[in-house]
Nanobody, 124 residues
Framework: QVQLVESGGGLVQAGGSLTLSCTASGRTFDRYNMGWFRRAPGKEREFVAGIHWMGRGASYSDSVKGRFTMSRDNAKNTVYLQMNELKPEDTAVYYC?????????????????WGQGTQVTVSS
């Protein structure tokens, strides 16, 4: 079992940057594939980025590719989402998620553990 806590959200102007963190409890964090998702008001939950438990290169949605970078530090039980060149359309609640068996899948249905989310608001 793992519990996830996101942090780092806030209000930023368009073009700015934020770094989100997701810290996990438990001793087997390094065996979990991790994902970042977001949900904007009135929209479905959307895949943002995913990373394999072995830390192989992360995958990204087309909407954030080249602007966002996902990484993990297994020694700190933490994954990060560095967000640059933020746009108003990036405004959403951002969630991290974990699963042992999905290889960093973009399908939210394949994640068994979710954090509570952190709000990111990008003003124009």
């Amino acid at each position: 079992q793992v519990q996830l806590v996101e942090s780092g959200g806030g209000l930023v102007q368009a073009g700015g940057s934020l770094t989100l963190s997701c810290t996990a409890s438990g001793r087997t964090f390094d065996r979990y594939n991790m994902g970042w998702f977001r949900r904007a008001p009135g929209k479905e939950r959307e895949f943002v980025a995913g990373i394999h438990w072995m830390g192989r290169g992360a995958s990204y949605s087309d909407s954030v590719k080249g602007r966002f970078t996902m990484s993990r530090d297994n020694a700190k039980n933490t994954v990060y989402l560095q967000m640059n060149e933020l746009k108003p359309e990036d405004t959403a609640v951002y969630y991290c998620a974990a699963d042992m068996f999905n290889n960093g899948s973009p399908d939210p249905g394949r994640y068994t553990h979710w954090g509570q989310g952190t709000q990111v608001t990008v003003s124009s």
